[in-house]
C-alpha cells in the first residue's frame, strides 16, 4: 500500500521540478514542430491543375471544377480548411510533389466559415472537335517535359505547349461538324475524338 504512495509522490515531485509541457498558447505564441499539419497551402509555380489531390482527400475537402464557357476556359481548384481533417494524403499524392503543402499554420478558428477557402486557378485546353476539357496547360505542358522525345506521339502535347507549338502550327479551324479524318490527328483531341479518329483512319465508317 506504501509503495504505490511513493511512487506517486516521486512523480508528482518529479513533474514539478520538469519544464512544462504546455505552452503560453493563446496567450503567447507557440511554435509547432517539424512534421507538423496545419492549414494546406498551394503554390502556383508548382501546381499543375490536375486534381489529383481532391481524387485522394478523404474528407471532401478539395473540389475542381471547370468552366468551359467563354472565352477562357478555367479549371478552377477549391480547397476548404474548415473540412479538412488536416491528415495530408494531398501533400503526399501531389502529382509534382510540391503543389500543394501542409504549413504550419494552426490557429484557424472562426466564426465566419466562407472565409476558410482557398482557390487556385488553371487555364483549360479543350477538345477541338467536342469541346470537352482535356487537361489544364500546365498539366500538358508538365507531361510533355517528362515525356521528352515520347510526347511527339502525341499531337494533343505538341500542339498544347507554347514551345512545342512553333514546331506544329495550329492547323485551319474545323468546317461544321465534318466526319473526323486524316488531317484531324493534328488537333488538340480528347482520348475518346483521338480515338475515334484513329479507327476511322484505319478503318473507315
Ligand atoms: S499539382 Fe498537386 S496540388 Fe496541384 S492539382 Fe495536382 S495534385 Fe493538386
Ligand atoms: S489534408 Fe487531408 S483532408 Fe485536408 S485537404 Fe489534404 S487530403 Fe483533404
Not at 7 to 36: C, I, M, N, V
Not at 98 to 121: F, H, M, N, P, V
Request: with cysteine; glycine share 8%; hydrophobic share 35%.
Amino acid at each position: 500500500m506504501r509503495k504505490p504512495k511513493l511512487r506517486e509522490l516521486k512523480e508528482a515531485l518529479r513533474a514539478a521540478f520538469s519544464p512544462r509541457y504546455t505552452t503560453h498558447y493563446p496567450a503567447g505564441g507557440h511554435t509547432p514542430p517539424d512534421g507538423f499539419r496545419g492549414k494546406p497551402a498551394y503554390d502556383s509555380d508548382h501546381c499543375i491543375g490536375c486534381g489529383a489531390c481532391a481524387e485522394v482527400c478523404p474528407a471532401v475537402a478539395i473540389r475542381v471544377s471547370d468552366r468551359l464557357d467563354g472565352d477562357k476556359p478555367t479549371r478552377t481548384i477549391q480547397q476548404r480548411w474548415d473540412k479538412c481533417i488536416f491528415c495530408g494524403q494531398c501533400e503526399l499524392h501531389c502529382t509534382t510533389g510540391d503543389g500543394i503543402t501542409l504549413t504550419k499554420e494552426y490557429d484557424l478558428a472562426t466564426l465566419d466559415r466562407s472565409s476558410c477557402a482557398q482557390s487556385i486557378e488553371h487555364e483549360l485546353v479543350v477538345c477541338e472537335v467536342c469541346g470537352a476539357a482535356v487537361g489544364t496547360k500546365k498539366h500538358l505542358q508538365w507531361l510533355a517535359r517528362r515525356l521528352g522525345a515520347k510526347a511527339y506521339a502525341n499531337a494533343t502535347l505538341i500542339l498544347s505547349g507554347d514551345g512545342w507549338r512553333q514546331l506544329a502550327p495550329a492547323p485551319a479551324p474545323r468546317m461544321d461538324e465534318p466526319p473526323l479524318a486524316r488531317n484531324d490527328l493534328m488537333r488538340v483531341q480528347c482520348a475518346a475524338c483521338r480515338r475515334t479518329t484513329v479507327i476511322r483512319e484505319l478503318w473507315g465508317e
